[in-house]
């Protein structure tokens, strides 16, 4: 029998993920030791403690080109500029997750399992809610982490997962409104096994076609194989459907609206930011590094997808009348734009990433200020209920403005410099049909957001017109930090846009 | 390429399956017939079977907890044969994977009993 | 032509980012403070935008004294991606400089009267706000140097316009307004922004300069195809149609004239509509690059005016009249910069001056609309001039502006346009002159119309009695107008207030003054920017066509002098004939938009919303009503949906894989 080779490892090139992992495994020992009255305060500042390490270490590691672990982990400049998005916007999120001024307990409860309206559900509505949810966000961070510097289909898939199934939970403890968040999570769940399926499916026809899950070691078969390509079309359809279901792209979006209208609103920020920065991530490098060669193959039909998605998402978010599903209706369009990007290939890496992080930090603000408005039955996310709030809170109004008009697209704001640089990269990849696409889409995607902005300003305030609440100052942080980088990043853009491009594109060695 | 090495695999389902199709055939003619209350009732690893009334209907969740505990740690041995067969080639560096790999597991377990999921009420 | 190279920014005008900043300034103050700044908010706002004109005046003399004639500024880059690099810059150019003398001059004035107007209503605040982002965007939109900052600007005065045209939300039609504009300029602003990337594509680059320069190298070389120059310009165009309520968008122009009177005589008469204007001005090298590009700017101008003149001589509302000749008057601009050449500066001109008699004209009927507690139909007016001699004066002087009467502003704009038309090379040289002069006619028609059924005849109104309460402000304004057992309102008309008369004053004397000083001097002024004027050496000579036009104009004047000299009916009489039932409704451009923009969407959206009900989503809003509460609901919910949903993308991933295949054996 032949020796088995160990394969290198390289931990210095590991230890963000390392880092995340390791103290999402302490918060657990913590959410079994720590006496109940001080868990929060251990797990929140641990939660933050690993998210604050693991972009210090990112930082440092930013010159790192290196595959490692036999190629199962490749490091390069686009995924560790990815993982720092995840990381940046994660720490953002934590603060949305981690109020509890707002609503006694927070905005999770002790127990996802009870049944809706029973005596155990009744009773928990008054209790503090679950710190397991910092754990649980870990692991989530640390999933999209490897998620995005996966080197092989297997290990993504293994991300896929660990990422995947905090989230599913996650979404089931919602605080008020129990029916629709249990509900939620469990469409949630079947669905995105169901599309683990597809995209598991997926990788096993790519192995036969190609011999290897290694994306490197496909992008060479492409080259060199006279094997029949039936197998690997569909092996890169079946792993296209499960990326694609992460990301919401149209037809695969149908969980999108009931999932972000039953989740926490906290988990629905964490979804909208991070895991479209995650699952874009992933299909960027599949696409860029693996199926780069054979491009004249799927280019229709992602092609094909992105239009529909963008059009699809902007016209529905047309008729919404909630403005956790406008928004998810608006994460669908969005996504749209980011597969013009995938698309578009090398050259819109770095601009799609731009677009990653500007939209993430804008999201996360929008969510944070929905958290905002409540009645005594909770969140208010019905737009009626939202008229003529800016006469009461003109400053909320103001910056939901601004979030508004950065979604729009309107100069000045992060959504105009982020579509803008897009589109050109699109258009320069010689995508115009796309591009043409995506700003008739934008336009109409503009109207709803600006339906709410009238709605804030020029409507006159009902009976039930609900209060803002005074946020805590975690809440406060967020939002405030989302408002400033939808300026920023549309007032003076250009560092950024140094930055990814700098960070280089895929490796594919 | 020859199906040589194959031979043996073969040979292994063909005596795989007469066992098997033996074993239930004879049974049957070689056997005493007692029937009895016990005999009759679902098999629950002999512990006296949890009362439903006919149709099915709901029952604890706790079984279902109980079961969940189970499967990780019969993965944990699944794991743990591959890993002794390979000791040797391994080495030191194989011993300090695994002993990371069953702390993770391990810490998991704290976390169900600290919190009570062992307790049956 | 020579290359084009802009100077860069010396002394004083490095200082010119303060135009902008100074009332986006203030209109954040007046936004954030709240309640806080209801009480001098208003006086805030007048003074940035003073503040920016003595800028705007100081710069002015500066840049005359520059060689160059340009002065550009770089800020910081803005965006910087692979190829494309694109700065935040500014440009003070002649061209700019007319501009922002306009724009900060009548909006002064026009800020001025607001606070009159505004007087009584509770929201002047947020008023003088959006009065004042809208003045920051429009700067921003002339004074960039380079068309991402023109589009900054250009959708930053769409939302101001927006905003500030749904600003009485109390109305529907107010809020329906709002909604057509936005709507209508996003189908422009489409065209303008696709425009931008194909500029990218092709040029690499989105600065004035490098565009321009780009174009003048390719004519010689011939680099670009003609294609790409023709769909560029072409695309430019669709964007300024939008902005300045061009047929075939000009419909929700009119519709506008639903905000406050300040806002239509800012906005939708002195700049942002000629904002499209400016655009082609600005864009004169790309279109001199097309023949095909100008014929098209040319025809649009020439129709949009006769649409605009027919449909002017059937409305009613005096807002309405006013926007519709707005249109026309535009559509003269159009005319003229599309002729190129020398007649860039002859559009420029007119703006200016239209800027002027228009502002006084729409801020002489505002004043009338205060005095006869908002009514709008010129059939109730009537002998008002006794009553309101200021508004009176001002509005005639404003009116002799408009059709072109000697020696009025009108006049010294209108004519070189329609000479220019005639000279226009080949038999299309008759048509556009033909046009221009029918509509030099028509409008002398419906302004007299208009003049002499609000100001002259008899009262078709009846005296308010004395001792009849004479409410001021919101209560008369709102409660509706009592009327006499024959229909007629009861009135009191009476002239404004001295902060509402004294801009209309300095209007006035613009229209007069302002066209003959600006005839020679402006054109000189502009001539580093759009060339030279080529000598006239058309068929028809310049007296010849000042005669003619002045004739129309004395005969179109003549005609509805006579025939409205005696008043009107109270109401509309039902149409006799097609041609005026069509000019009653628009020429059925509303229709026509319907059909071609916005039936398709709609069908598209209902088809997608249907789908997604039967489907999807819209179950859980139905069902979830439906069933009320309880766990029962729960489960219904789920058995129903997942299923759904896994089909759903169970079929699309039949359809992916299937087209994959297809696309990989194919």
Redesign the interface.
Known sequence: MNDIQLPPIDYAALLPMLIVFGLACVGILAEAFVPRKHRFAVQATLTLAALIAGLVTVIINRDLEVTTIGGAVTIDGAGLFLQGIILVLGIVAFGLIAERRLERGGAFVANAAHAADSDGDKKQLNEAGATEIFPLTLFAIAGMMLFCVSGDLLTMFVALEVFSLPLYLMCGLARRRRLLSQESALKYFLLGAFASAFFLYGVALIYGYAGSVQLVAIKQSVLDSDKSGVLLAAGLALLAIGLLFKAAAVPFHVWTPDVYQGAPTPITALMAACVKAAAFGGLLRVFNVAFETTSWDWRPVITAVAMATMIVGSILAVTQTDIKRLLAYSSIANAGYLLVGVVSLGGAVGSSMFYLVAYGFSVLAAFGMVTLVRDADGEATHLSRWAGLGKGSPLFSAMFTIIMLGFAGIPLTSGFSSKFALFSSAWDANQSALVIVGVLSSVVLAFPYLKVVVLLWLNPPGDETPTVSVPGYLTRAVVGVGVLATIVLGVAPSWLLDMVNSAGTFLAK | MSLTPYVPLVVLFGLATVFAVFSVTIGPYIGPRRINKAKLEAYECGIEPTPTPPGGSRFP?KFYLTAMLFIIFDIEIVFLYPWAV?FD??GM?GFVEMLLFIV?VF??Y??V???GGLDWD | MDSITYADATGALSSMWLLVAIPAVSAAVLLLLGKRADKWGHWLGVAAVLAAFGLAVTYFFQLKGLDNRSAALNLFEFIHIGGLEVNVGLLFDPLTAVFVLLITGVGFLIHVYAVGYMSHDPGRRRFFAYFNLFVAAMLLLVLGDNYVMLYAGWEGVGLASYLLISFWYERPAAATAGKKAFLINRVGDVGFALAIFLMFATFGTTDYAKVFNGVLESEAGQTVSAGVLLALGLLLLLGACGKSGQFPLQTWLPDAMEGPTPVSALIHAATMVTAGVYMIARSATIFNANETAQTVVVSIGALTLLIGCIIGCAKDGIKRVLAYSTVSQIGYMFLAVGLGGGAYALGIIHLLAHGFFKAGLFLGAGSVMHGMKDQEDIRRYGGLWKHMKITWATFGLGWLAIIGMFPFSGFFTKDPIILSAFNREGWTGWLYGGAALLGAGLTAFYMTRLFVLTFHGKPRWEMEKHGDHHADGDEAHHAGIKQTADGRDIQHPHESPLIMTIPLIVLALGSVFAGYLMSTSVVDWLTPVLGDAPEEHGRLSHGTVTVLTLGVVVIGAAIAFLLFRNGTELVERPARTHIVRAARNNLYADRFNELVFELPGRLLTRALVWVDNRGVDGIVNGLAAAFGGGSGRLRRLQTGYVRTYALSILSGAVLVVAALLAVRLG
């Open positions: 969740v390979a080639s391994l560096f993770t810490v998991a704290t976390y009993w600290r919190r």
